[in-house]
Every structure is written in structure tokens, then in C-alpha cells.
């Protein structure tokens, strides 16, 4: 059987910044990814916007994900591409990663700590329930997106969209040039979903209507699709009668929420935070599972791929440092817990004995607030406090805890939110 | 001219053309879509029940009983799932508990074996997720779930691999009386047969009267609508979960299936349409209230699909079996609601040894072979078996859906099977890519791609489900 330190299992951008870190100090890694080739999703985005952040200039997703690979250079990385991984467990301090492909058949490989870096999957209209039919013509904005700019084919002509998360959004300015006619978008929420700047490039930049606080209340046609219903909906988000609007279309493409992908193999269960649908980790991206790690989408949704980037070099370093380290330490955790108008908040918990890097958290708020203070307590005891402006749930948040701010070692922390008047 | 026509390929059409094929005879079965079961076979509550509910006296309590029978057989010789669930009818009120010992009694006199009454407590021992309202149970131990759609694949395989045609995509628009065989006209052809029988389902009505006057029936579309929960809850619950039946038939029931779904529903609503099935708001809701009477703390996030069906009911409470009255070569199978799918190999051989012939005695056939050659599935196989097929074809080594274990040679397999897919969701029902958790997201452009390569076709000619529905419109990078 194969002998790794490290496996990292997608090779997307999380995947990839994993990998990088976790090969330093001649550490093994083998990095699995079920593509023909590295980059995951950024593959199929081909539009810009990616990497300001991280490499501090405008690339596309494809460009991003080159220099994302060329990064890897550490002689001790080995790569499987058009792998799937099929089973991941952990006996003792060991974990056995049973994975398959064509040239090698089904095969375990074992190794002393794991990334997992498997990325997202798409709500489906199953998901949601979503009335009516089930004709030719549904399917998600990321399948759209997929057999477009990879594949090479047009899905349909007169388009609707249904939730206006960033693909949606961006789908519906690809497919208004590649010659469709994208009739609508439509948001449950009263506010978009996706980030301003794709709302004003999108949509405003192709006058496509944007349906806030509507949504799909039928579907018609047997076999292929005929027209889609949209409706307002109340406070209650129960639809509004008599706000019927028809629609004509042959196509609907779905961009209703992004879930981290960490459940399609079998084996290890770890503990998860129903508010993400991802693991429940502490500052170094540990799971509940000691020597597991996860980051990027995998473990909450990320609307910038470079904070992706960011995270999982933290959880490469850290699956590095746990796989070189001699004994297991003692860790005393305390909790994480979102406040008032915090949405959630990652990471869920965190170690007091590991003080040598300053801790970043990343959160989204409930609402949509002009101007709000946000104080990060441990009980009454206020340990950072800051003042921000424009925050939306679209947008993730991030505070840092400097190194120098002590904690105390039983109290759980604290982040919340307070809306500041005028 | 052929012996016998059968009208529609469900799980009735299907059922009868095996039987049929036992029998020195020619036969061919007519169906309108591109698929067979593409309709009440396929959106169903899987169930193969006891026999508890149909009225005592009727076809539906004798087929049912003798039908969940004939399974045993079905599953040796054809190599189809079955889940042996059992069945429990829970009783939530005094009134309820009334109900439970009159059906208890029409059980018993029905001839279901083991049928018995138990108490919250030993309810709970079998099932610990039942409501607090639950105060009785009847346990019927022979309540088992397949999956329907694979049953009519595999008796239409079977009965082709004995001698029977098939024709898809063959809608019949007139049925004649020429001399002495009856004439079938589709768009293009005509086919002719001694003997027509119509296995229509919702079009039972319409094909009957190509030929009657008077049709002895008439069909009353009832819409039945589902939730289903993905495969990982496996476990949540064991048996077959009934509520006491109401005036509206069995009700919202909670079904473990054969892959390790729940299924929850169906709703019951009469409508027009004979073979459009959309769900609602109110319909998906009245399923979760129905069922969380039943058992509590229902996993309703992990739905990772809606579907309805139709069922083909008629304006009687039974089947209605028969030779026709004005065209006696002409025989009805029509009405074939619940528990059809539990009773559909009793029908066969009801159709075929009682009404064909008492007027018209057929001889075996010894060449008959009830057996089906099956292709096992990678994620079905052991160790040893797995690494022999992937020495054999390194396909097996390429997963195409991860959700559910689905490889590339699997899928090719089922693509190239006597009947096999040439569409996404004909490889959906075969190979159950795309009935995970991604619904397909992931896997949907590999299945468009190993359809197109496995049938030499371009990748805008492969459908999505019915003819002429492709899922992708243009090739963008070809000259225009």
C-alpha cells in the first residue's frame, strides 16, 4: 500500500493552495482530483475578476488557475488526475483513501493527515421543490456554464434565471453574448444574491431585469420546457395572488445556493455546522477529526476565490505541521458562536494553546446594514471591536484577531453585530 | 400478421408479453414512447403490498395477494430488486383502531399470511420513529418494495430474448377489424394481429374506443405526487409505513427503497391530462403535514427530488379484465391502479390462462428460458469481481457519477443492452446516474458524451428524455 503524509483530495483552487503548503519540509503529498485537468471550477469561468486579492492583478478563472499551478513545485507533490475518490476512513492515527481511476483500477493509499478541498455542488431544483414539470430545459447555471465554455454548446435560446447568486449572474451575461435572449433573472430575497459589481456588469450592463422577491410558482410543459410562472411573494415568502408573470421560455437555469461538497464518498463522518453545511473547524482548518482538514467551498461557500487561496494555505501549512509534529499536543478549545445579526461564523472553535498566528474570521451578516460595529466578546469582556461600512449577506467578512490579544482559555467567544443609527 | 398485439409497454404490456412468450406464439408489443414503463410504471410508490387493502371478492385483493407471491419468482429469474420491508398500518385514534381491525379481517380473508395487531409498544420495538399519536399497528410481514421501472425493463428483455418484438416511438391511431385479424395503425405502419390486447394505462380509454362504440369504462386521471430523500438517510426507517387507508385510497405513505431513499407520498388528485404529472406547492406540502402524523423528525432537508404520477384509474373500483363485449378478439387490461404493480404477473397469467385460453389454447414453448442474462454493476460487485472487470475493460476504473458510484463502463453496458438507453434519463432509470445528491450537475455532460461516443451520434442528437428533446441546442465551435 501506498505511503503519503499528506493527501489532499480536489485539486481546485483550495486543492491547489493545499498542496503547495503542505509539500514544504519534503513532506509527501499526493493531491486527487476528478478531472482531466487541475484548476476545478475555474476551468469554466472564463470571465475576469479573479485574483486581485491574492496576486494582486485581474486574471480570468483559467489564468488564476495557472498560476495557482505553476506554484507547485515541491518535488515531493505527486498529482492523480481522473481520480474520484470513493471511500476515506481513519483507522488508529492512520487514514485510507480508497480512490479509483483507469490506470490503476480501485486502490487504497494511506496516509498520516488529510485535506479535503472537494469543492461545492449546486441546489438543484429538487432541493428547492420547485412546482410544475419536469420537461427538457432545467438544469443548473453551473451545468449551463459548463457545457458552454468548456464543452462548446448552447443550452437553449430564451433563458430565464432563477436565483441571482454570482453563476446566475454571470450566466446571464455569457449567454446574452453567445446570442441567447435571457429574459429575467429572479430572486427569493429582497436583495440580490451575488456581488454588486457582477448585479451592475450582468444585469444594468444588458438590461436584463432583475425580479427581487419573486419566485418560481410553476413550470410548464410534458417534454420539452413551454413557460415558467414567476410570482412575488409576501413577508412570509408565501407567493402573492394575482402577481402571476409568464414567461415563454426553453430554458430555466437554477442559481439557488451553493452546498460544500463533502459527503459524496463514503466513510468518515466528521461534525458539521448546519448554519455552512460544511465541517466545524477550529483556526487551523482541523475538523472535529484530528489530522483532517478542510477549506475552501468545501467547507463554507466563498464568493472570492483568492480568500479560497488564503484558507487553504492555512490548512496545508497546518496538515504540515501536524504530520511533522513528534506527539500529539493538549489543545483546549473554546467556542466560536455567531451573535446577533451574524449569519454564521468560521472558524466554529478555537485552540488557546496554538498562539503563534494572528486568527481570521470569516462571517456573514444576517441583513443588509449601512453601518455597524462589530465586537468580538468573550462574555462581557469586549476583546476586538471594529466599525464597518456597506455589510450584505452576499458579501463574506473578515476580522482578524492579532496574535497579541489574549483569551481566556474557558469562555466562549462571541461576534456580534450592532447596527449603528443614522 | 401476429398472433397477439399489445398495446403499451408498463409494467401490464410487459408483464403480459413474458407470459405470452412462454407459448409457441408470435407476439409484438406497440409503445408510444421512446422507453418502456415511461409513466405509471415509473412514478409509483414502489410498493409490492401484502394484499391487506383491496376489498375481499374483487380482482385487485386476488391479483394482489397472488401477485406479491409470484415476485419470489420474478427475483430469481429476472434478477430484479426486492426490499422485504414489511408493512405496518398505524392507527393514530380510537376511531382509527376501528378501522384497523375491519381491515385486519378483510386481511385475513384475503388469505395475506401473518397479518397481526400490535400495541404502541412493540410498534415501537420495529419502528422507534413513529409519533407520539400512533397507539396500534397491523404488521403485514409480506409488504416488500422493488423498483417498478427495472421489473418492465427486464420482463420486456426477457420476453424479447424469447421471441416477442418490440416497437418504441410507434403511437397507435387506429385500430380496424379486416376480415379476420384486427388491424394497428401507427404514423407509418400497420401492423395485424388475431388478437389485440390493450395495455394502455391512461390511454386504455382512448385506445378502446378506436374499436367500441361503447367503452365500458372511463379513465379518471389521479395525480399522485412524491418526495424523495436522499439515499443516506438510509435507516431512518425500516418498514413500509402506512397510515389507515381513507376514502382516498391508501394515503401519504413513507417507503424505504430498494437504493436507500425514502420515498414519501402520494398525494391524490383527480385532473384531465392523461399523461401530464406537474407537482404543486400545496400537493408537496400536504405530504409533509400527511406524513409527519406518522413519524417524527422526517430528515425533509436531505429531498433531493419532486416527481408526480398518474395513475390510470377508471370509474370502478376494480380492474376491468375482460374481452370486449363488441370485438371479442379485442381484451381490456385497463384500470390498472394500486396495487398494479404488485398484481401485474398475476394479471398476465390471468389474461393469458383464463381469457386467451378458454377461447384459443396455446402451446408451451420449451425453448422458454425465464432467465435474464444480467450485467452486475461495480458498485454491486466484491472485491475479486471488481478487479476482474476492470482487468477486462479499465472503463470500470473511470467513475462518472460520484454520488452514486456510477462508472463508465456501467454506463456503456446499459447503453448497449437489448433494450438499451439513448437518453440522459433512459440512463437515469438504468444506471441511476444522477439520482443523487448533485442530481446530475456533476455527471450530466459525461452522460451526454459516452451516450453520443457509445451510439456514434453528435452530442446535440442525445435527448434528454422523450424524442426530439435534446439537451444541448448548437454547437458554438461549429461553422454556421
Redesign the interface.
Known amino acids: 500500500m501506498s505511503t503519503y503524509d499528506i493527501i489532499v483530495i480536489g485539486g481546485g483552487a483550495g486543492g491547489l493552495a493545499a498542496a503547495q503548503a503542505a509539500a514544504a519540509n519534503k513532506t509527501s503529498v499526493l493531491l486527487i482530483e476528478k478531472d482531466a485537468r487541475l484548476g476545478g471550477i475555474l476551468n469554466q469561468c472564463i470571465h475576469n475578476g479573479f485574483g486581485l486579492h491574492h496576486y494582486r492583478e485581474e486574471l480570468t478563472g483559467p489564468e488564476y488557475a495557472e498560476k495557482a499551478i505553476d506554484e507547485l513545485t515541491d518535488k515531493t507533490l505527486n498529482i492523480r488526475l481522473n481520480t474520484t475518490v470513493t471511500k476515506l476512513n481513519k483507522e488508529e492515527d492512520r487514514f485510507f483513501v480508497t480512490y479509483m481511476n483507469k490506470e490503476e483500477g480501485e486502490r487504497t493509499v494511506t496516509a498520516g493527515a488529510c485535506v479535503l478541498t472537494t469543492g461545492s455542488y449546486e441546489r438543484t431544483r429538487g432541493a428547492i421543490a420547485l412546482p410544475g414539470t419536469r420537461p427538457r430545459g432545467i438544469m443548473t447555471a453551473g451545468s449551463a456554464q459548463r457545457y458552454i465554455n468548456i464543452d462548446g454548446y448552447m443550452v437553449g435560446k430564451r433563458i430565464l434565471i432563477l436565483g441571482s447568486g454570482d453563476i446566475g449572474l454571470i450566466m446571464a451575461r455569457r449567454l446574452t453574448l453567445e446570442g441567447a435572449e435571457v429574459v429575467g433573472v429572479a430572486e427569493l430575497l429582497p436583495h440580490a444574491s451575488g456581488l454588486t459589481r457582477n448585479i451592475v456588469q450582468c444585469l444594468h450592463d444588458f438590461d436584463i431585469p432583475l425580479y427581487l422577491s419573486h419566485t418560481v410558482t410553476d413550470i410548464k410543459g410534458k417534454e420539452t420546457l413551454e413557460s415558467v410562472t414567476l410570482s412575488a411573494i409576501d413577508a412570509k415568502g408565501r407567493p402573492k395572488k394575482d402577481s402571476e408573470k409568464h414567461f415563454d421560455v426553453d430554458t430555466l437555469l437554477l442559481s439557488v445556493g451553493l452546498i460544500p461538497d463533502t459527503k459524496t464518498f463514503d466513510g468518515i463522518t466528521f461534525k458539521e455546522d448546519p448554519r455552512t453545511g460544511g465541517a466545524y473547524v477550529d483556526q487551523h482548518f482541523e475538523t472535529s477529526v484530528s489530522g483532517l482538514f478542510a477549506s475552501g467551498n468545501a467547507l463554507h461557500i466563498h464568493d472570492l476565490v483568492d480568500f479560497v487561496t488564503e484558507e487553504s494555505l492555512i490548512a496545508g501549512k497546518a496538515a504540515n505541521r501536524y504530520v511533522h509534529r513528534l506527539k500529539n499536543k493538549k489543545k483546549n478549545h473554546i467556542r466560536v458562536n455567531p451573535g446577533e445579526g451574524i449569519d454564521y461564523v468560521l472558524p466554529q472553535r478555537i485552540d488557546t494553546t496554538s498562539k503563534k498566528h494572528p486568527v481570521t474570521f470569516s462571517f456573514r451578516v444576517k441583513e443588509e446594514n449601512a453601518q455597524a460595529t462589530l465586537r468580538l466578546c468573550q462574555g462581557e469582556r469586549v476583546i476586538l471591536e471594529k466599525k464597518r461600512r456597506f455589510l450584505t449577506p452576499p458579501e463574506m467578512e473578515r476580522l482578524i484577531l492579532p496574535v497579541k490579544k489574549t483569551l481566556d482559555v474557558e469562555t466562549p467567544l462571541t461576534l456580534h453585530l450592532e447596527v449603528d443609527e443614522g | 400478421m401476429y398472433d397477439f398485439i399489445i398495446i403499451g409497454a408498463g409494467i401490464t404490456g410487459t408483464m403480459i408479453a413474458r407470459e405470452l412468450s412462454r407459448y409457441k406464439t408470435s407476439v409484438l408489443v406497440l409503445e408510444k414512447e421512446n422507453d418502456v414503463g415511461n409513466h405509471a410504471t415509473l412514478a409509483n410508490s414502489a410498493i409490492l403490498h401484502s394484499g391487506h387493502d383491496p376489498k375481499h371478492g374483487t380482482m385487485k385483493a386476488r391479483f394482489c395477494v397472488e401477485g406479491n407471491r409470484l415476485y419470489d419468482d420474478l427475483e430469481a429469474e429476472l434478477g430484479i430488486p426486492i426490499l422485504k420491508t414489511g408493512g405496518l398500518v398505524l392507527a393514530k385514534s380510537e376511531e382509527e383502531t376501528r378501522i384497523l381491525k375491519k381491515l385486519k379481517k378483510n386481511a385475513e380473508a384475503n388469505k395475506v399470511p401473518g397479518v397481526c395487531l400490535l400495541g404502541r409498544e412493540s410498534l415501537l420495538e420495529k419502528e422507534r420513529r413513529i409519533s407520539d399519536a400512533v397507539v396500534m399497528g397491523l404488521e403485514v410481514p409480506t409488504t416488500s418494495v422493488t423498483y417498478p421501472w427495472e421489473v418492465a425493463l427486464r420482463a420486456m428483455e426477457n420476453a424479447i430474448d424469447n421471441g416477442v418484438e418490440f416497437e418504441k416511438n410507434e403511437t397507435v391511431r387506429a385500430i380496424e377489424r379486416t376480415g379476420d385479424s384486427l388491424s394497428v395503425k401507427t404514423r407509418n405502419h400497420t401492423y395485424k394481429a388475431k388478437t389485440v390486447i390493450n395495455a394502455a394505462g391512461a390511454f386504455a380509454g382512448e385506445i378502446a374506443a378506436m374499436i367500441e362504440d361503447r367503452v365500458p369504462y372511463t379513465v379518471t386521471p389521479r395525480r399522485g405526487e412524491y418526495?424523495?430523500l436522499d439515499r443516506?438517510v438510509k435507516g431512518f426507517i425500516s418498514h413500509t409505513l402506512y397510515p389507515v387507508p381513507g376514502r382516498k385510497g391508501k394515503g401519504t405513505l413513507l417507503v424505504p427503497q430498494v437504493h436507500g431513499n425514502i420515498l414519501i407520498g402520494p398525494t391524490s388528485v383527480f385532473q384531465d391530462a392523461l399523461?401530464?404529472?406537474?407537482?404543486?406547492?400545496d400537493?408537496?406540502a400536504e405530504i409533509r403535514r400527511k406524513a409527519n402524523k406518522l413519524v417524527s423528525d422526517i430528515p425533509f432537508d436531505k429531498?433531493?427530488?419532486?416527481?408526480a404520477g398518474i395513475r390510470a384509474s377508471i370509474d370502478k373500483k376494480d380492474f376491468h379484465i375482460a374481452r370486449s363485449k363488441e370485438e371479442t378478439d379485442f381484451i381490456h387490461v385497463a384500470g390498472i391502479d394500486s396495487p398494479g404493480l404488485t398484481a401485474a404477473p398475476a394479471i398476465a397469467k390471468y389474461v393469458v390462462e383464463t381469457i386467451i385460453m378458454k377461447k384459443t389454447p396455446l402451446e408451451k414453448d420449451p425453448g422458454f428460458n425465464p432467465k435474464i442474462k444480467t450485467v452486475t454493476m461495480y458498485h454491486d460487485m466484491d472485491a475479486a469481481a471488481?478487479?476482474a472487470a476492470?482487468?477486462s475493460d479499465?472503463?470500470?476504473?473511470?467513475?462518472v457519477c460520484?454520488?452514486e458510484?456510477v462508472?463508465e463502463a456501467d454506463l456503456i453496458n446499459h447503453i448497449r443492452r437489448p433494450l438499451g438507453a439513448d437518453s440522459v434519463k433512459a440512463l437515469k432509470k438504468r444506471a441511476r446516474i444522477g439520482s443523487?445528491?448533485?442530481?446530475?450537475?456533476?455527471c450530466?455532460?459525461e452522460a451526454v458524451?459516452i451516450l453520443a461516443e457509445t451510439l456514434g451520434k453528435k452530442?446535440?442528437g442525445i435527448?434528454?428524455?422523450?424524442k426530439?428533446?435534446?439537451?444541448?441546442?448548437?454547437?458554438?465551435?461549429a461553422p454556421s
Do not use: S, W
Open positions: 418526495l424523495v443516506r399523461d401530464e404529472a406537474p407537482t404543486t406547492a400537493g408537496l429531498v433531493i427530488r419532486t416527481f471488481r478487479n476492470f482487468q479499465d472503463r470500470y476504473g473511470r467513475v460520484k454520488c458510484m462508472t443523487g445528491l448533485c442530481q446530475g450537475g456533476f450530466e455532460h458524451r452530442m446535440t435527448d434528454y428524455y422523450a426530439d428533446t435534446p439537451v444541448l441546442l448548437k454547437d458554438t465551435k
